[in-house]
């Protein structure tokens, strides 16, 4: 794609980062075939190749974004289908970034857009506030129903549709809080590695038991795992809502304190059970390239990032009887696991080799629909992909769905009767821990 930024635009590493990206571009259209909005919506302009114009204009004019432009960005999902697709290998991550930095920075959104963003930005990368609000919106969960209900589904959602949207997601109960920052947990037997488990924000409020189950496996073969001091948000969700300023001072935060643990007691990795949250570490390095402190040790934090089937899968795990039948599990692939990090056969063949029965879902290249905050911001889009997703995994008639990424595994619960579990849950299973939701 021919571009035409000036000289002066150049010399800004983002607009030569966007440039190079856009250049890359051939206008073919394969992308378009894969992008969940493209799919629903049908518009050229919900597609990549139509995001990818919008994006360039905004660019290369350096004029603030137009409504048109802030409605098809944020109908983007930034599941990274596209990149996955396209054979000219363009970046749409690192473009579709900047995009969201610009809107955030020069586009005044409406006010109770302003504020929706801003308490989720607040609320979420934070787990002391997220536990308030997750009891809170039990109290008042049973008011969702005087909320009025979209007559039909709707790409520009309305507040009150956001709100219900929240309170349907919003669990019955909230599990004991797990293990604390600081702890460390001796390896069982010889010791042969310590890792780094990120400890999360909202995973560690509606799900310890995910991490429980990394580090029951961990411990069980042989290596230590340590809950850093002084660990935060990795930034992924505030990064996704264009508040670089916010995820970035997290990302330093998080670089300083595992620099300082790798330096005092060592460390082979850093070990991730929350994918999307993965694919924002293991972007660190490019995130904070121009920063003269923490360009290096943020590369070196990228270098260490694993998600954590990533770095059980060259280890043989000791798979014992789990007692029970074959279990047949559909395994539902995260799009920041299989498109952003490029991880799609490491966790089946876990599960598959340690006794579980592995069924690929349909379309799986298409997105749930949880997407970061997405489901919240836009409950419409979201919801129609949540219900396709499960009709592609009901045709596998599984026992158990398992997943990546506690996104997914929230929205997906919330269609479904089916046991949905992370993918560690049955590992830790295979291996001696208990059966997943029997504790
Ligand atoms: S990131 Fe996903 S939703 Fe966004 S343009 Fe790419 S495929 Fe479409
Ligand atoms: S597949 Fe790649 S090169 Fe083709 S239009 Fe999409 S982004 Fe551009």
Redesign the pocket.
């Known amino acids: 794609m021919k571009t035409e930024f000036s000289l002066a635009q150049l010399a800004n590493p983002d607009i030569a980062e966007a440039d190079k990206i856009l250049r890359a ?7 378009t075939a894969t992008c969940p909005t493209y799919v629903l919506l049908g518009d050229e302009l919900d597609s ?2 139509g995001r ?1 114009y919008l994006i360039k204009e905004m660019l290369e004019k350096d004029r603030p974004p137009t409504k048109a432009v802030v409605k098809h960005i944020d109908r983007c999902l930034s599941c990274l289908a ?1 990149m996955t ?4 290998g ?1 970046n ?1 991550m690192h473009l579709v970034d900047q995009a969201r930095v610009r809107i955030e920075r020069d586009y005044r959104r409406p006010l109770a857009e302003r504020l929706l963003r801003g308490t989720l930005a607040l609320v979420l990368p934070d787990p002391k506030l997220f536990r308030t609000s997750m009891w809170l919106a039990r109290l008042a969960r049973p008011f969702a129903a005087l909320l009025p209900a979209p007559t039909t589904p709707s790409p520009t959602p309305s507040l009150l549709r956001r709100i219900r949207a929240m309170l349907a997601l919003a669990p019955g109960a909230l599990p004991a809080p797990g293990a604390v920052a600081g702890q460390v947990f001796p390896a069982q037997g010889e010791r042969h590695g310590r890792v780094a488990l990120l400890q999360g924000c909202a995973q560690q409020v509606l799900a310890p038991r995910i991490n429980q189950a990394a580090i029951n496996v961990l411990t069980r073969h042989g290596i230590e795992v340590v809950l850093v001091k002084d660990e935060q948000c990795c930034g992924a969700l505030t990064h996704h809502l264009g508040r670089d300023d916010d995820a970035l001072r997290r990302a330093r935060a998080n670089i300083t304190a595992w620099m300082a643990e790798a330096q005092a007691g060592g460390l082979d990795a850093i070990l991730v059970t929350t994918s999307g949250c993965g694919t924002v570490i293991k972007d660190y390095g490019f995130l904070l390239r121009e920063d003269r402190d923490f360009a290096g040790p943020a590369a070196k934090v990228s270098a260490l990032a694993r998600d954590i089937t990533e770095y059980l899968a060259p280890l043989e795990l000791k798979r014992q009887s789990r007692g029970e039948g074959d279990i047949v599990v559909a395994y539902h692939a995260a799009c920041s696991l299989q498109h952003g990090q490029k991880i799609t056969q490491a966790p089946k063949d876990l599960l598959s080799k340690n006794g579980f029965v592995v069924k690929d879902v349909p379309e799986s290249h298409l997105c749930c629909g949880s997407a970061g905050t997405y489901n919240l911001l836009q409950p419409d889009i979201a919801t129609r992909l949540r219900d396709r997703k499960l009709a592609n995994i009901a045709s596998v008639k599984p026992n158990m769905i398992a997943a990546g990424n506690i996104g997914c595994m929230v929205q997906i619960a919330g269609g479904t009767s089916v046991p949905v579990v992370h993918t560690i849950e049955l590992l830790d299973w295979a291996t001696g821990g208990p059966r997943p939701g029997s504790n």
Do not use: A, E, L, N
Request: hydrophobic share 25%.
């Open positions: 571009c051939v206008h073919c259209g394969f992308c990549p190749r990818i596209c697709t396209c054979p000219s363009v749409y």
